[in-house]
């Protein structure tokens, strides 16, 4: 095979051991998983629960994900993930194991059962982001849009798969069994964990988790274009929402299927999204990742109306070709992300994305099911299609994607930082006020000013909570850049850790527009120990907040803390 071929290949990932390892492991624990909540159903059917506690069972897999899911993030951004993600299979392998052993000795109980699953699915939180993470240090830059299509297999392989294997396995040998199965499967993901080889990371320093959980949050706020794409996720999880809610009560109403015909319309989804791995990498050598996302989201809306007005037979139709659309859009999206987030808030935004796609679809669902329950579900099929197709030209025109590297750029900051004072400063000290002077032609000053409203993001995004852009009332072409960062250890990760390539081409832009060197003033809390200076007693600290006095004769430019970006905004 040519290299040209090898480059578009959707399977070229599997050609690095690692990961081939890895993603085997994944498709072994989602399909486990699977059938590890077949069997916990089927359980509590048997033992006479009621129907209460068998819902239960979903809850307890899920609010895992929706508690610890951007604290997991913050583990896999701050700790060698390597060790979060074997420490997550190894909680999710120990859960198992027990409800495996305990189901054997029938000594199984509801309450045991459920607590036992709610600790399997914190094992799955742990692991979500991680493994959406790892992915790009896997594999070389250009095949990372296979080896996240060939992650999505994974998750759809194992839905169709899954509760088949359950249901055969129950009849066959119990729920015990079933159970059995699961554990084995995430001791073998452990084991596969294990494997994989790789230098160990360089820890620097380390954020405190709270910062660490603010400052995540801070980024995405800041990155325009990962706002973009998080927003047209949520705009196509919640119609989307509506045939995974709503198909079991299509089947038995309108199309009169028993169970039978509902597994195969589940089959015809699962086929569909099985397909998307084939038919997305024609689209990619075709068309943009924005225009994927156009096609899909019109391919789905059709879809969904399709599965409200046509027969059977076109059901099933219908429902393959909206289970391509779902893995191309999904795929794209996260794709995207993945190639847009920096190295050291991926997982965090990765975990945000999840939360966003799982509250999309916990809000979604009760929303179509409330509006088959006043009308039919034939109608909310058609409100949801209507919708997808309604979003797309709207999201296009004020939302469209624009990828943006997030590769890390380590050499020296483009402004003279003396930080030699690093260590004698309190890393939880704070907050830490930067003050940089720029010397500007006023015929520059308008160009200035749009070029710092880039620099701005690039502040947010990198830790910092405060930002304005002021300048002089009797030398208008003095302005001073100022902004606040929670500590100076956060304000040492900024300056050393935190830049990537597109952050400094930002700076670089403004620069450019100057007309002498920058200056830098920081200033820290009067309190602060430095230098041998005693801290101040508790009891006697002021925080000045708000009340800190301004200088008189500086007048605001541009207070760009709230604001958001123009539309035409370039940054990541």
Known sequence: MSSGMAKSSPWAPFRIRAYLILWLAQLGANIGGWMQTVGAQWFLVEVGASAVFITLV?????????????PAGVMADSYDRRHVLLAANLIAAGASTVLAVVSFLHVLTPVGLLACTF????????????WQAVIPSLVPRKQIPAATALGS?????????GPAFA???????????????????YVLSVVAVLTWKRPAKRVGRREPFRSALFSGMRYTKAAPHVNRIMLRTALFIVPASAIWALLPVEAHGRLHMGSGGYGVLLACLGVGALSGVFVLPWLRRRISSNKIVVVASIAYGAGTVGAALLPSWGVGVSLVVAGIAWMCNFTTFNSLLQLTLAPWVRARGMA??????MAGQALGSPLWGTIATLWTAQISFLVAGGLLLVFVPISVRFWPIRPRTGELDRSHDLITHNLSMANSVDPRTGPIEIQVSYRVHPDKAPAFVTAMDAVRLSRMRTGANFWELTHRLEDPGLFFERYSVPSWGEYLLQETQRM???????????????????RVRRELPADAPIAGVPRMPDDEDHPMGDLRPRDPDMTTAQNSGTQEAPAGDQTA
């Open 58 to 70: 979903q809850t307890a897999t899920t609010a895992p994900s929706l508690l610890f899911g951007l």
């Open 153 to 161: 297999v994974t998750i759809n392989a194992a839905r169709a798969l």
């Open 119 to 130: 600790l399997l699915g914190c094992g799955m939180a742990l692991n979500a982001p991680t």
């Open 500 to 518: 990537t390539g597109h952050d400094r081409a930002n700076l670089r832009a403004a620069l450019r527009l100057t007309s002498d060197e920058p």
């Open 167 to 185: 249901g055969f396995l129950v009849a066959l040998a119990g729920t015990s069994a079933v159970f059995a199965v699961n554990a084995a499967a």
């Open 352 to 357: 945000i994305y999840l939360l966003i796609v």
